[in-house]
């Protein structure tokens, strides 16, 4: 009882040890004596995000027309096969990086990478806009993708600049950014691309931008990752640059000290094996796993939505216009960044990253059965109707994604965090490359199948998506999902 009593105090004293010149030290102390969310550090991360998201939706709008100029297709049907390479070849790029650059992140520090993506990101958003041939553009789009390797160290920084009651809404951030440059990125390329056509009084004939019609959509967006690589200036590292103790009474004796802090219980609840492979740490592949069902469906339903609301009405389809569907994307945006911001965290808070998968995984599949019938209401209704459901889909799916976000960054130690997302950035960009192919091929048999009693036409589509819900919502048990020890498994 004596000895008991005695290091009562002692643990006490010795509440955090922190190392002069370590920058991550220093981010640990800023944290212990602020418990309040750290603003300046979130808008940073938010602005990295809009900005390195920007490049990717901006293209969508003038994709068919910069195919068309470059003279590669000679019908309109290989316009469409070659934009398809064009627009795949990004995500290529990033499959074939992120998980190096997350070792990078975790070797080097998070500031380093960060900086070199938005740079290169201003660099070759620039070399793509000048593309006069076809090889240029995919070499460019390939380049952007694979030399801006920031999007899984930064889901890691976000959760080391904020104490452990503030990583839902780190996360949260990190989401509803990339769904502001989503929603931001078609509106900057749709505007400005092609300038002399729609604005000749402000760009002659003579412009530089005749001759380059998509430059200034380009020159636009590297405008605005040349002010967020200025702001890097103050982007604090996060990363711990000390020396490791590796001798066993050393090691014991700091491990007291940090118990305190929730973020080193994690560390310490993490088995020295799962530290060494990545691949062997099963709450961390299981959670990759979720996350990349969950990103698959996510890419077949987008694919699948603009499909199925243009389509005529006579094969279950809407009957929208491009402006219709524009429209329904802008409102889905705008709801994701108000469910992330206001109402997520406190859902998450209450109900825990594993539950709340378990619910919207399960609504997502009631809603996904409502889609069909909506054919048959009449203009505004269907309209009214598509918005209603589209928006807690996306918000649903969006839950599931932030809620295995949550999960990966508890399920390592810092050293391997950005590792861990880059990991998991990898394999869920191969998944997002192969959900368009396929859900377009599963769309065009539906529509050869319009009589049929089971499921027929569009009904079939929105099935085998509710099918792929449905596997996500089993893999939330045991034994798939493997939780980290301070998440509740059930």
């Known amino acids: 009882m004596a000895g008991g009593e005695a290091a009562m105090p002692l643990l006490e004293k010795k509440a955090a040890v922190y190392h002069e010149g370590c920058p991550g030290c220093a981010v640990d102390r800023r944290k212990a004596l602020n418990p309040g969310i750290p603003y300046k550090e979130f808008f940073h991360i938010w602005t990295i995000i809009l900005v390195s998201s920007l490049p990717i939706s901006s293209l969508f709008p003038f994709l068919y027309f910069m195919i068309r100029d470059l003279h590669v297709a000679k019908t309109v049907e290989d316009i469409g096969f070659y934009a398809g390479f064009v627009g795949a070849s990004y995500m290529l790029g990033r499959a074939l990086t992120s998980t190096a650059w997350g070792m990078v992140a975790d070797r080097f520090g998070r500031k ?19 593309s006069v041939r076809y090889w240029m553009a995919i070499s460019t789009r390939f380049l952007i993708g694979s030399m801006n390797g920031l999007l899984g160290p930064i889901r890691a920084y976000a959760i080391e600049v904020c104490r452990p009651e503030h990583h839902a809404i780190a996360l949260t951030l990190v989401s509803t950014a990339w769904a502001t440059g989503l929603t931001i990125g078609p509106t900057i390329g749709g505007y400005l691309a092609q300038p002399a056509e729609k604005y000749p009084k402000l760009f002659p004939s003579n412009s530089l931008f005749r001759r380059f019609p998509y430059f200034l959509p380009c020159l636009c967006i590297s405008g605005f990752c040349f002010i967020a690589l200025i702001s890097c200036i103050w982007l604090p590292e996060t990363l711990h640059n000390h020396k490791t103790i590796k001798e066993e009474g050393q090691a014991s004796e700091c491990l007291i000290p940090h118990f305190s802090d929730p973020e080193e219980l994690i560390k310490h609840n993490i088995t020295s094996t799962n530290k060494k492979n990545l691949l062997k740490n099963w709450p961390l592949m299981s959670s990759i796993i979720l996350f990349c069902i969950v990103s698959f469906d996510d890419m077949a339903y987008t694919e699948i939505f603009s499909l199925w609301a243009e389509s005529d009405r006579k094969y279950g389809g809407l009957s ?95 050293d391997q965090r950005a590792t861990a997302n880059g990991l998991a950035t990898t394999l869920m960009s191969s998944f997002k490359a192969i959900a368009p192919a396929g859900a377009g091929i599963v769309f065009s048999w539906a529509q050869k199948r319009q009589h049929t009693f089971f499921f027929p036409g569009d009904q079939m589509v929105f099935f085998l998506l509710a099918i792929i819900e449905l596997v996500v919502f089993v893999w939330t048990f045991k034994p798939f999902l493997a939780v980290p020890e301070q998440f509740p498994s059930t």
């Open 320 to 414: 929208f216009t491009s402006e219709d569907v524009g429209q329904v994307l802008a409102i889905l945006g705008a709801s994701i960044m108000v469910y992330q911001t206001f109402l997520y965290p406190s859902i998450v808070r209450v109900m825990g990253p594993i539950s709340t998968s378990r619910v919207a995984s399960s609504l997502s599949i009631v809603l996904l059965f409502a889609y069909a019938p909506i054919t048959h209401l009449s203009r505004p209704w269907s309209s009214i109707a598509v918005n209603v459901v589209s928006v807690l889909k996306n918000n649903f799916v969006i839950s599931i994604v932030t809620s295995c976000l949550i999960l990966q960054n508890n399920s390592v130690s810092q």
């Open 112 to 130: 380093p990478v960060i900086v070199f993506g938005i740079f290169s990101s201003f660099l070759f958003n620039i070399l793509f806009g000048l």
